[in-house]
């Protein structure tokens, strides 16, 4: 599975958009689907190895797997998408695929 560059640019927008200062760091979630708990583990030390906090879950209801990978950063363009490559790559080894990002922003911080 490619990474939709135009989704990236596009998601990364509506944080802005929300209120977040995309030139200040932001927590930011990437996720890692993978096939089963054994290859979210593998995936989890790989990220953890990069940098990224990691934990695996399985979601009860549609009992697939994820690598939640958890890292801070100025979330540039370019940034996010060398790390949903990265990721991508790292997905690909256990036959997963980097499934998107979230975060909470920055625009309540405080600052």
Same mark, same amino acid.
């Given at each position: 599975? +490619?990474?939709?560059?135009?989704?990236t640019?596009?998601?990364?927008?509506?944080?802005?958009?929300?209120?977040?200062?995309l /030139?200040?760091? %932001?927590?930011?979630? $990437?996720?890692? !689907?993978?096939?089963?708990? *054994?290859?979210? %583990?593998a995936? +989890?030390?790989?990220?953890?190895?990069? #940098? $990224?906090?990691a934990?695996?879950? /399985?979601?009860? /209801?549609? *009992?697939?797997?994820?690598c &939640?990978?958890?890292?801070?950063?100025?979330?540039?363009?370019?940034?996010? %998408?060398?790390i949903? +490559?990265?990721?991508? !790559?790292? #997905?690909?080894?256990?036959g997963?695929?980097?499934? #998107? $990002?979230?975060?909470?922003?920055? +625009? &309540?911080?405080?600052?």
């Open positions: 599975m +490619a990474i939709d560059h135009a989704a640019k596009e998601a990364l927008e509506r944080i802005r958009e929300d209120g977040s200062d /030139e200040r760091p %932001l927590s930011m979630d $990437f996720f890692v !689907a993978v096939p089963d708990e *054994r290859s979210g %583990l995936v +989890a030390a790989r990220v953890e190895a990069m #940098g $990224f906090e934990s695996v879950e /399985e979601d009860p /209801e549609t *009992r697939t797997w994820t &939640y990978c958890t890292m801070t950063l100025v979330p540039t363009l370019e940034a996010v %998408l060398e949903e +490559a990265r990721l991508q !790559a790292v #997905g690909e080894q256990v997963g695929y980097a499934d #998107g $990002f979230g975060t909470y922003g920055n +625009a &309540y911080d405080g600052d």
